[in-house]
């Protein structure tokens, strides 16, 4: 005989919700995400309340308003007159470029010195672990403030590679044309010729050449099992289509004529009776044009008194002399009278404004320049490329601290890696070079790649520690200059906060498209 | 069955937004002391000496509030901002006044909220250059490299100086007076730019001050003052007349020295009685007690006194008054009478 147990009754009672496991767990839940949504809640009205007691309302009007300082390293163009949101893109693209170029060295120098670690060799390996252990332990702040400090204390001022009276300067440029200096490191620039363009279209089909060729050569090994060598024929395609473009384009921008355009002078004069006619010319030049640049070569042959006004782009430079800001600019010999005839139709435009007499090629497709010391007025070097030593001290410091956890790294993913794998290649009779590019490192980088993902986002956050070398990156245009400018600070930090999640978020994405490509595929 | 009991109410208490106090002296006078923000450290404006002990002209203004309130000079919190915290600190109430050579402008009474309650030195935006280099206009300054502190009105200036004279310069940002000294003495900016008296202040600790030169041009207008936060006119008061009252007794002869003597009894002048609290009730109109302004001036000595003792010729700063002086010597140094 058996007893039957009642069924459940089907009633429900509110302490069910406690004391039923089958209702508990929800209920916790549901309590938990009230009281989240109370806290929220009470977080942004509180803040709400406490700005209108201010009298301060939430908007983001000040970003339209005239920003009104300068920026010293500008990616993009950028003067005091633009707004607080340009400001804020110059210091966006600052952060970009610095967190770039440290992920890219940070992976380097991990990747050695992860290497050099496991070194079989008793001082490599030390010194490499000295390396490591020196930078993970140290803050990075004081890396940056050290590296800073040792850029400008102890290099020199510009003004030592002055020459004096007797032509003997204290400090000579490395090569002649690199000069370290406490005001930044000037090396040579590049200009562009008005047709560069078409070296990167030659450029972004070298490099589909090469893509293609390597899997030209993988599907001839898989094949026939002969190694077909492919450094040497894609150094090739990387090189020889460029060089040949070069000479075609400067064959064809040499011919290219240019003439200035002069405010105030006189139709068909020339650029002597010019400098003669208003003294000092003010010209307006573009240090990343050839064009420009050649003008800038043909003013210095010609021994006129002048002074160079950088400007960005054409427009910027044709804005310039039209607001009286220069005299002379150089243009197209064939846009020229169009050119004239838009500068006079300017409003407030009241000046004689002609085509003086000499012509000049463009110059090659890109022409190289060379930074150097001005004879009078203030020491400093003109023309070239100026690498700030703030933008020094911050990627070198960013990238070896970054690069010390790298190395940690990528040393746990090789010794990932079983000895059983090395050992079975080298059985097989492959070198140790291949044994490492074909069979250690595919294992390693599926132990490698989620850890360094973290490395770069902590590499990007890091950059904000710019402030303290005065690199002009977004924690110091937008949430520093234009903050205390316009006391938008929830604002301002807000905006600041979406921007270093969206860059994170996007890097996190990209390398995360990386590691899925990696792992291993199961079927 | 057994009963149950559900204990399901939450209760969402003490949730009601902290709305921050209006009586900023009621919270000063329950702490016990004034929190004042100044510099970093200017010497002759508000640096610690070689005791720790804060001096200097801004901090005068702030000790003479705390000893107007508490009858102490020295119930006073200094709490040290940049150019770029001095604002947020302010506004977040983690200081109740700003002492902090910052310049008086619109914007910053209206969209920041604040309200500056005198100027105590009428200053003027300057350029420093080293001697060497042998420039003496600030229009020769085509290319130069700037040591510029930044989120200041002389970042502002000096864009606007270089644009309408189309001078070209490359901007070297600087969080403090300290950090500007260090990077102009190594010469990674040829040029340093503040208010002329920062500049003559800074000039002033170098080791050889001889071999740099103030240029002659000033680029701005710089009324500098201690201000504090909308809201709450009556703490607004009492900081804007302990500052005239240090004007007032410096026009009425009222110095630290017959302090003691002229507050004993009532004079026989009706507006030193009414200052020194001898005579009516202005200290109660602010709140605080009859001898407040005597206080006041105790704590430092009167405007000038304060002037000379940090900052005047006899100092190593060596400013003149200038626009400084009283206004009946010709200065801009004015207070509304005590009545």
Redesign the interface.
Known sequence: MSTLTDPPSNTF???Q???DTRYRSITIQV?AL?LLC?AFY?LI??TV??LA????EFNFGFLSSRA?????QRPIPY???MTHWRAALVGMSNTLLVSFLGCIAATIIGVIFGVLRLSNNWVVSRLAAVYVEGFRNVPLLLWIIAIFALF??GM????TFRPNAEGIAQNDMIFGVIAIT??GTFMPGLAWSSLAWVMTLVLIASIAGIIFLRRRARDIQAETGRIVPVFLPSLGVFIVPLVLAYFALSAVSQRNEQVFIAVGAERGMDLASFAEASGRI?YCGIPNQAGSINGQRYLQAADVNF?R??YFGDTDARQALAAG??SLIIADASEATALIAEIEATPLFDERIAVLSDTLPEGRAIEVHYPKM?ER??P?F?DGFQLR?PLIALWLALSLYTGAFIAEIVRAGIMAVSRGQSEAAFALGLRPNRTMRLVILPQALRVIVPPLISQFLNLTKNSSLA??V?Y?DVR?TLG??TI????R?LEGILLMGMFYLALSIAISSVMNFYNNRNTLKER | MKKTVFFGALTVAGLAAGMASAATLDDVKARGSLNCGVTTGLVGFAAPDANGVWTGFDVGICRAVAAAIFGDPSAVEFVPTTGQTRFTALASGEIDLLARNTTWTMSRDADLKFEFVGVNYYDGQGFMVPKALGISSAKDLDGATVCIQTGTTTELNLADFFRTNNLSYDPVPIETNAEAQQQYLAGACDVFTTDASGLAATRATFESPEDHVLLPEIISKEPLGPLVRHGDNEWGDIARWTLNALITAEELGITSSNLAEMSAAPTDNPEVNRLLGTEGELGAMLGLEPDWAKNAIAAGGNYGELFEKNIGENTPIGLARGLNAMWTEGGLIYSPPFR
């Open positions: 009672r509110l302490s919700l406690i004391y309590v009230i109370i009470w009205n509180n309340q406490n007691n201010l009298g301060k009104g300082y300068d920026i010293n003067d005091n007159s400008t204390e020199d001022p510009p003004n406490n005001q003010n002074r006004g950088d800001n220069c001005t007025g203030i400093r003109e030593n402030i303290a005065g002009m110091a520093g200059i205390n400018q316009t006391g600070e």
